[in-house]
Structures are given as C-alpha cells and as structure tokens.
C-alpha cells in the first residue's frame, strides 16, 4: 500500500486506506497499529509515502424495549435475562443491541 501511495503521489494523486466498520471487527489491534501507531507489524509507516488513513465506526444502537421483549420471549438461546447477564458495554446487555461489537 504504502509503495502503490508513493508512486501515486508522484502523479499527484491522494492514497486514502479506508477502515469501514472499524469498531466491528477483531482486527481492531490492527486499525489501532496503523492509524494511532503509525506502524504495521512494528514496522513504521514512512511518512512520505502520502498515504493517509481514515476509519468509521458505527454507533451504538440499542433495540427498543419491545424489540428486546420479543426476543427474549422467543428464547433464541438465552438462559439468563438480558438485564442480568455479564456481558455488557458499560450498564447495557450487549445481546440490546442492534448489532454486536467485537473488539
């Protein structure tokens, strides 16, 4: 990436690597290494390259209350109630939300 950067630059052209859905994956570590460390691997970016790196994270969204009662009804696997199980984001279930962030 950083070798296609550097020659794209030479040609005035911008090299963007783009993390979707950074907050979502397991490769987190890695997203972390590259846009806060500036290294891949323990290898250090080089500076000149002009690639630039950006990441979008979701938001957390909770189900609304009806939504988290139908599904607690249905069962789906659920042993314990949501409001006492331990796996949690801060004080809410992580099973509330929408979607599950794996960091």
């Not at 859905?21 to 390259?49: F, H, Q, Y």
């Amino acid at each position: 990436t950083e070798a296609g950067a550097r020659e794209n630059s030479k040609r005035q052209i911008r090299t963007t690597l783009f993390f979707d859905e950074a907050n979502t994956t397991g490769a987190l570590g890695m997203i972390k290494e590259v846009m806060c460390d500036g290294r891949v691997r323990g290898r250090p970016l080089d500076p000149k390259s002009g690639l630039r790196v950006i990441a979008a994270c979701n938001p957390y969204r909770r189900h609304t209350d009806e939504m988290i009662h139908r599904l607690e009804e249905a069962g789906l696997g659920y042993h314990v109630q949501a409001n006492k199980t331990e796996d949690k984001l801060g004080r809410i279930p992580l099973r509330q939300l929408v979607y599950r962030v794996h960091p």
